[in-house]
C-alpha cells in the first residue's frame, strides 16, 4: 500500500509536469540533419518541440541503460558461477549426510 501511495506522489506531479511541457511547446521546429545545407528538406524533420525532447529522453535511457547493463555483466556472470558452486557444494553435503545416516544406522544398538 505503501509503495503505491509512494507511486502516486512521484508519477502523478511527473506526468503534470511533462503535460505542462507538452502544451507549452506546442511550435513546430525543424531538425536538420545537413549541418551544410541546413534548408534541405530531405535531411530535416519538422515535429513539435517536445517530441524531440521526448526523443532524446528515450534514446538517453536506452543508451543509459544498456551501458549500464553491459558494465555489469562481470557481476551476472560471477554470480552464476558462484550460484553453481554453492548448488555443487550443496550436493556434496547432501551425498556426506546421506553416508553419515547410512553409517550411524548400520551401528549396533546399545
Given amino acids: 500500500m505503501a ?10 506531479p511527473v506526468g503534470i509536469i511533462l503535460i505542462i511541457f507538452c502544451v507549452a511547446n506546442r511550435q513546430v521546429v525543424t531538425l536538420a ?3 551544410f ?6 535531411l530535416s524533420l519538422s515535429a ?13 535511457m ?5 551501458a549500464t547493463w553491459f558494465n ?6 560471477r554470480a552464476r558461477t558462484e550460484a553453481k558452486e554453492a548448488v555443487r557444494w550443496q ?3 547432501d551425498r556426506h549426510k546421506n ?12
Fill in 72 to 77: 555489469q555483466g562481470k557481476y551476472r556472470k
Fill in 62 to 66: 536506452v543508451v543509459g541503460s544498456a
Fill in 37 to 42: 545545407l541546413p534548408e534541405d528538406r530531405a
Fill in 99 to 110: 553416508r553419515a545416516e547410512e553409517i550411524v544406522g548400520q551401528l549396533p544398538s546399545r
Fill in 33 to 35: 540533419f545537413n549541418p
Fill in 48 to 60: 513539435p518541440f517536445f517530441v524531440f525532447i521526448f526523443i532524446a529522453l528515450i534514446i538517453g
Fill in 91 to 93: 550436493a556434496e553435503a
Fill in 3 to 12: 509503495n503505491k501511495i509512494t507511486n502516486l506522489l512521484i508519477f502523478l
